[in-house]
T-cell receptor, first 116, second 113 residues
Framework: AQKVTQAQTEISVVEKEDVTLDCVYE???????LFWYKQPPSGELVFLIR??????QNEISGRYSWNFQKSTSSFNFTITASQVVDSAVYFC?????????????FGRGTSLIVHP | DTAVSQTPKYLVTQMGNDKSIKCEQN?????MYWYKQDSKKFLKIMFS???????INETVPNRFSPKSPDKAHLNLHINSLELGDSAVYFC????????????FGAGTRLSVL
């Protein structure tokens, strides 16, 4: 069965600090997809990134970067020079592309609080 | 235009009542979902539905039932509401089935008194 673990329940930083949100996953499949979503205080869930299991290239988008390592089954998310607007709950999610139950699994989320 | 819209945004009701939450997507996606988010922010998928198949999370009580009149709509019906049903319910849609990026509605906050 697939599983996603976000061990950090809450992280509190001061503006301009760098912060890394951890995500560790478990799956038996060789084909799968990993996602990060952001849920700001307003409540809606917003897609940030998707990676497939065959593409381990790290990705950078502005102040956001993602480090995908199959060897450690991790897909960590780093925010550089954090800002107050980054305050949100961040969810890591896993979806198996072949076999399995085809039901996406979300981690329990990491609440990031950025203080001015 | 809102991509995934769900109504109502807030729903307050008494135990034992039956209620529905509507969801519509205008993205042309082939798969729609319902999620439940509890007070601790845990997001659990309840249903996944495309024009071929309904996948039900086996832990969801049969008081909950999805109804899809067409590809762009997936409504959630809840019978005999219980206190534990209080949560935020999110509708979402995606293309490419489970590998697709999910677009979420704004959520419906259900309070059962």
């Amino acid at each position: 069965a697939q599983k996603v673990t976000q061990a950090q329940t809450e992280i509190s930083v001061v503006e301009k600090e760098d912060v890394t949100l951890d995500c560790v996953y478990e799956t038996r499949d060789t084909t799968y997809y990993l996602f990060w979503y952001k849920q700001p205080p307003s409540g809606e869930l917003v897609f940030l990134i998707r990676r497939n299991s065959f593409d381990e290239q790290n990705e950078i988008s502005g102040r956001y970067s993602w480090n995908f390592q199959k060897s450690t089954s991790s897909f960590n998310f780093t925010i550089t020079a954090s800002q107050v607007v980054d305050s949100a709950v961040y969810f890591c999610a896993l979806s198996e592309g072949i076999g399995g139950s085809y039901i996406p699994t979300f981690g329990r989320g990491t609440s990031l609080i950025v203080h001015p | 235009d809102t991509a995934v819209s769900q109504t109502p945004k807030y729903l307050v009701t008494q135990m034992g009542n039956d209620k529905s939450i509507k969801c519509e997507q205008n993205l042309g996606h082939d798969t729609m979902y319902w999620y439940k988010q509890d007070s601790k922010k845990f997001l659990k998928i309840m249903f996944s539905y495309n024009n071929k198949e309904l996948i039900i999370n086996e832990t969801v009580p049969n008081r909950f039932s999805p109804k899809s009149p067409d590809k762009a709509h997936l409504n959630l019906h809840i019978n005999s509401l219980e206190l534990g049903d209080s949560a935020v319910y999110f509708c979402a849609s995606s293309q490419e089935g489970m590998a697709g990026i999910q677009y979420f509605g704004a959520g419906t906050r259900l309070s059962v008194l």
